[in-house]
């Protein structure tokens, strides 16, 4: 339990003044505008829209600017931006069938119709640090083009599920439960589960991935299609009642491919795990499609060994704001708690020495 | 032609017309409704309004759906003094921009201004769409890669 304390208003004020200082840095650099933050910090912006969950790069790097880089403060500031907001209903579901193809791999099949497309990638990078970046003046980038148009690009996943080896995805229309607006029940439902993961903190997920690649869990999938692009958003205004395009927005998508050992009512097939991100955050789609994966053991009838397999484990503790606004608290004057302890610890001491003298006592 | 465009479920012209208005970039879209220089007078039914609308996906991309998350969206909605109606939502925060689309789109369904906006504001804007979709595909098509596997050892 903390306690309300008062005072300290003059030195908070100087506190946000000297952050205000500090951000800013060095004057004799030049400011960073919210455009180039957008611009140029692409991925951090789309890491700080992903996980605050509200699409607008500007916002979202303003969001950067204010919290000197830090995406979780970022994170934070975008959530409670978009508390001030009226909601103009729900978007139909995304065709990402029809997405306009920036990046298409799959590491399941080399040759895929459509073909594999690297887009704009680090893949393949060597990882040195390239001191061009660092002197001055901009580099000329020579762009190769090729003015063929991409071939259609089908899901890779269809082609397994034209042979029926695969599990089909689910056809359920019913209205998604929204977890900005219900409290999550457990066990959640996949729409429920895959909403949460999507607004997850990145490093949680990755991590959470990795444990159960690694063996704590059962989750060793083949990436099976990874595609990023932009994607036509509608919405069904009431005004109107008619569809209409309000945005065409970036997104990458992942289907990871799982075995499946078969059940008593189930053949041995593969299943799926579905990931997506705002953006190009590859690494988040592909941990959201691990661990999508991963909370299904209980409903394919798996064992449910470990953490990264356990629903209530793995989805209350996503959140990087609620996560890091629990961990803060403790910076909260906890004056009267640790008061109460330090009593205790005090009394136990002075007990324990009274009765060490009194055996002393005794045995002499 | 596109191979992967997003333009399939624009089908009456107006909702091509709005998706268009909508893509628009905003500068782009006020210059050329500047130049021109309607002033045609209206009512707001609903002045421009910033809010927030969730973005559903299908799980598995074609499943069943759910929420991804939310994007922000400005709306407006106004009636010329002939009585039609404007109607705008656009990605984003920009009022001015919804504004303009709504009157755009109200005028559009005038027989009087439909033809002039449709060649001088419409067809100019889609081209651009067009060239910077085709453009961004030129791009990404030089990326495409064959791969070929090794033989490994241990499979000899």
Same mark, same amino acid.
């Given at each position: 339990?903390?306690?309300?304390?008062?005072?300290?208003?003059?030195?908070?004020?100087?506190?946000?003044?000297?952050?205000?200082?500090?951000?800013?840095?060095?004057?004799?650099?030049?400011?960073?505008?919210?455009?180039?933050?957008?611009?140029?910090?692409?991925? !951090?912006?789309? @890491?700080?829209? #992903?996980?605050?969950? *509200?699409?607008? =790069?500007?916002?979202? +790097?303003?969001? &950067?600017?204010?919290?000197?880089?830090?995406?979780?403060?970022?994170?934070?500031?975008?959530?409670?931006?978009?508390?001030?907001?009226?909601?103009?209903?729900?978007?139909?579901?995304?065709?990402?069938?029809?997405?306009?193809?920036?990046?298409?791999?799959?590491?399941?099949?080399?040759?895929?119709?459509?073909?594999?497309?690297?887009?704009?990638?680090?893949?393949?990078?060597?990882?040195?640090?390239?001191?061009?970046?660092?002197?001055?003046?901009?580099?000329?980038?020579?762009?190769?083009?090729?003015?063929?148009?991409?071939?259609?690009?089908?899901?890779?996943?269809?082609?397994?599920?034209?042979?029926?080896?695969?599990?089909?995805?689910?056809?359920?229309? !019913?209205?998604? @439960?929204?977890? #900005?607006?219900?409290? *999550?029940?457990? =066990?959640?439902?996949? +729409?429920?589960? &895959?909403?949460?993961?999507?607004?997850?903190?990145?490093?949680?997920?990755?991590?959470?991935?990795?444990?159960?690649?690694?063996?704590?869990?059962?989750?060793?999938?083949?990436?099976?299609?990874?595609?990023?692009?932009?994607?036509?958003?509608?919405?069904?205004?009431?005004?109107?009642?008619?569809?209409?395009?309000?945005?065409?927005?970036?997104?990458?998508?992942?289907?990871?491919?799982?075995?499946?050992?078969?059940?008593?009512?189930?053949?041995?097939?593969?299943?799926?795990?579905?990931?997506?991100?705002?953006?190009?955050?590859?690494?988040?789609?592909?941990?959201?499609?691990?661990?999508?994966?991963?909370?299904?053991?209980?409903?394919?009838?798996?064992?449910?060994?470990?953490?990264?397999?356990?629903?209530?484990? *793995?989805?209350?503790?996503?959140?990087?704001?609620?996560?890091?606004?629990?961990?803060?608290?403790?910076?909260?004057?906890?004056?009267?708690?640790?008061?109460?302890?330090?009593?205790?610890?005090?009394?136990?001491?002075?007990?324990?020495?009274?009765?060490?003298?009194?055996?002393?006592?005794?045995?002499? | 032609?596109?191979?992967?465009?997003?333009?399939?479920?624009?089908?009456?012209?107006?909702?091509?017309?709005?998706?268009?208005?909508?893509?628009?970039?905003?500068?782009?879209?006020?210059?050329?409704?500047?130049?021109?220089?309607?002033?045609?007078?209206?009512?707001?039914?609903?002045?421009?309004?910033?809010?927030?609308?969730?973005?559903?996906?299908?799980?598995?991309?074609?499943?069943?759906?759910?929420?991804?998350?939310?994007?922000?969206?400005?709306?407006?909605?106004?009636?010329?003094?002939?009585?039609?109606?404007?109607?705008?939502?656009?990605?984003?925060?920009?009022?001015?921009?919804?504004?303009?689309?709504?009157?755009?789109?109200?005028?559009?369904?005038?027989?009087?201004?439909?033809?002039?906006?449709?060649?001088?504001?419409?067809?100019?804007?889609?081209?651009?769409?067009?060239?910077?979709?085709?453009?961004?595909?030129?791009?990404?098509?030089?990326?495409?890669?064959?791969?070929?596997?090794?033989?490994?050892?241990?499979?000899?």
């Amino acid at each position: 339990m903390y306690v309300a304390v008062k005072g300290g208003e003059r030195a908070i004020d100087n506190a946000h003044a000297l952050l205000a200082e500090r951000r800013r840095g060095d004057r004799k650099v030049t400011e960073l505008s919210v455009a180039q933050i957008q611009n140029q910090l692409p991925l !951090a912006v789309d @890491r700080v829209m #992903t996980e605050g969950s *509200v699409y607008d =790069p500007e916002l979202a +790097a303003l969001a &950067l600017k204010q919290a000197s880089g830090d995406a979780v403060e970022a994170i934070f500031l975008l959530r409670a931006y978009r508390t001030t907001l009226p909601r103009f209903g729900y978007s139909e579901p995304l065709d990402t069938e029809a997405m306009q193809i920036e990046r298409r791999i799959s590491g399941t099949f080399k040759d895929l119709p459509g073909g594999q497309t690297l887009g704009a990638t680090y893949d393949y990078t060597h990882r040195l640090l390239d001191f061009k970046l660092l002197a001055e003046g901009e580099q000329p980038t020579e762009l190769e083009t090729d003015d063929r148009p991409l071939e259609p690009c089908p899901r890779v996943l269809e082609l397994l599920n034209k042979e029926g080896l695969i599990e089909p995805s689910p056809k359920a229309d !019913a209205r998604p @439960r929204d977890i #900005t607006r219900e409290p *999550v029940d457990y =066990p959640a439902e996949r +729409a429920v589960r &895959l909403q949460n993961l999507v607004r997850g903190d990145e490093g949680f997920l990755l991590s959470l991935s990795y444990a159960s690649m690694r063996g704590y869990g059962d989750s060793h999938p083949f990436a099976g299609e990874i595609r990023s692009g932009r994607v036509a958003v509608e919405l069904v205004p009431e005004e109107l009642g008619f569809p209409i395009v309000v945005a065409d927005i970036a997104l990458t998508e992942c289907e990871m491919v799982n075995q499946f050992h078969g059940s008593k009512t189930e053949p041995a097939q593969f299943t799926r795990g579905y990931g997506v991100s705002f953006g190009y955050n590859e690494r988040k789609a592909m941990t959201v499609a691990l661990m999508e994966r991963a909370l299904r053991a209980e409903e394919l009838g798996e064992a449910v060994n470990y953490p990264t397999q356990d629903q209530e484990f *793995v989805l209350s503790h996503t959140d990087c704001v609620s996560a890091n606004g629990f961990v803060s608290h403790l910076k909260l004057p906890h004056y009267v708690d640790f008061q109460s302890e330090l009593e205790m610890i005090r009394r136990l001491r002075r007990e324990t020495a009274e009765r060490d003298g009194q055996t002393e006592e005794a045995e002499v | 032609m596109m191979s992967a465009s997003t333009e399939q479920v624009a089908n009456t012209p107006r909702q091509q017309w709005m998706a268009v208005l909508a893509r628009a970039d905003a500068s782009q879209l006020e210059a050329r409704w500047q130049a021109l220089a309607l002033q045609p007078e209206y009512q707001f039914i609903r002045q421009p309004e910033i809010g927030l609308t969730m973005i559903r996906g299908r799980v598995g991309g074609s499943g069943s759906p759910f929420n991804m998350g939310e994007m922000t969206l400005t709306r407006c909605a106004l009636r010329l003094a002939g009585g039609t109606l404007g109607v705008a939502y656009i990605a984003g925060r920009d009022k001015q921009h919804a504004l303009t689309a709504a009157l755009a789109d109200a005028l559009l369904q005038e027989a009087t201004q439909h033809d002039r906006l449709q060649a001088e504001l419409i067809a100019p804007l889609a081209a651009e769409h067009q060239k910077n979709c085709v453009e961004r595909e030129a791009k990404t098509r030089a990326t495409q890669v064959q791969f070929f596997t090794m033989v490994r050892g241990e499979d000899e």
